[in-house]
């Protein structure tokens, strides 16, 4: 057995239909009692629920969280929370919403409590984003590691079917690259393989029946699990890949990792053999690559960067950005590689 550090993220969860009734007491628990609610303005009236449901226990709400975090929002978002003296931060909604809590707590201290309506899986993560100017900074600080997650599997049957599909396989990847982490460890393997069958087994059943609350809370398991993952481990070409697509072509995020990951794993296959045969048993295939390739084509889900919106005349530059500033994968990063790479997903080709 290889030797291996293994360092657990202090968080508290609270899972299953129903427990957002939960809130009020996880809020005394924290010892905070002016809570500012954040979410996007498309989830605005689950805001005002929180708001209602809280009462006293809430400061206000702050409704402009978007994608990216960029740092107006940020400041302005940080500012109300001084304004209306808030002791801690309620984000409900996706890795935006989380992203923006994290970026308050960045520089406030105030403690998260997080409720994910999305399988990004940030709740999970110590990692936090600012956009300035079009570039985005991550960095990592337990500061900005929700305090407390409740999991209701209730608030994700309105995510629309398309976004659950790639929103649950963003969650995969992270499942997917903490099998070939630098620092992996058997733990988090255990976690990240047993996130994959979740998600395999749960994401079917949501585009039969979006309402199917055991399928969302099979695929909410797994995107938990998906998070853990990414907050544990380092990550490598494939998120380095998709965080250079976002960022500089604004490919939106979900749907960038669903196209791109078929086509990562099939470039590391060889350079971590053992990785990936875990990733096939965990979705009931042989090949890891064309395992989620199908997943993703059966699930309706785009399979090519062409159809996200990307130009063909971008991957060159795209193909610079990815090999500049050397970080870990199983396999080496070239030039030549991550060209083949990049034209197999915007063509949308199935991995051979
Ligand atoms: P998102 O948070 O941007 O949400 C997408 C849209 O779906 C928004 O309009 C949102 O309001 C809506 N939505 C969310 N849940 C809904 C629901 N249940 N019903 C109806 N609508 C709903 O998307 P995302 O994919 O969750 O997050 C992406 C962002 O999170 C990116 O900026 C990414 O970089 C970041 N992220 C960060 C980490 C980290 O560890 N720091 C991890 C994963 C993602």
């Known amino acids: ?34 809570a500012l609610v954040l979410c996007t303005p498309e989830q605005r009236a689950m805001g005002a629920d929180i708001v209602m449901m809280l009462g006293p226990r809430s400061a206000g709400v702050f ?8 740092v107006e929002v940020a400041a302005a978002a940080r500012d109300k929370a001084q304004r209306l003296r808030a002791d801690c931060c309620v984000a409900i909604g996706g890795g935006s919403t989380t992203g923006l809590a994290k ?3 960045l520089t406030s201290k105030l403690p998260i409590l997080a409720i994910p309506t999305t399988y990004a899986g940030s709740e999970m993560t110590p990692i936090w984003g600012l956009t300035e100017g079009g570039v985005k900074k991550t960095g990592r600080d337990v500061l900005v590691l929700p305090k407390t997650v409740i999991y209701d599997p209730v608030l994700t ?8 599909v790639t929103s649950g396989i963003n969650a995969m990847a992270h499942c997917v690259e903490a099998l070939y982490a ?6 988090i393997s255990l976690i990240a393989q047993e996130g994959i069958r979740a998600l395999v087994g749960g994401l079917p059943k949501i585009v039969k029946r979006p309402e199917d609350l055991d399928a969302r809370s099979r695929a909410l398991y797994g995107a938990w699990l998906g998070g853990v993952s990414l907050g544990a481990v380092g990550m490598a070409l494939h998120h380095k890949l998709c965080h250079t697509l976002g960022g ?22 060889s350079a971590a053999p053992a990785a990936m045969a875990q990733v096939a048993q965990a979705m009931g295939g042989i090949s890891a690559a064309q395992a989620l390739y199908d997943l993703a084509a059966s699930l309706g889900a785009p399979l090519s960067l062409r159809a996200l919106g990307m ?26 590689g991550i060209c083949k790479l990049l034209d197999n997903a915007f063509e949308g080709r199935r991995p051979a």
Do not use: C, W
Not at 4 to 19: D, I, K
Not at 24 to 29: C, F, G, H, Q
Not at 157 to 164: D, F, G, K
Not at 248 to 269: G, Q, R
């Open 311 to 336: 130009r063909r005349e971008q991957l060159d530059q795209a193909a610079e950005l990815a090999v500049q500033n050397p970080y870990y994968n199983p396999a080496p990063v070239t030039r030549q």
């Open 63 to 70: 409704d402009g969280a978007v994608m990216h975090v960029p």
């Open 157 to 164: 049957i309105s995510l629309p079917v398309a976004l659950s």
């Open 1 to 34: 057995m290889l030797p291996f550090v293994y360092e657990a993220l202090p968080s508290r969860v609270v899972f299953g239909a129903g427990s957002l009734q939960k809130l009020p007491e996880e809020i005394d628990r924290l010892g905070a009692t002016r």
């Open 103 to 105: 970026a308050i707590a």
């Open 182 to 187: 630098r620092d992996a460890n058997p733990i």
């Open 248 to 269: 500089t072509f604004n490919l939106p995020h979900a749907e960038t990792h669903t196209v791109v990951l078929p086509h990562a794993v099939a470039y590391n296959t």
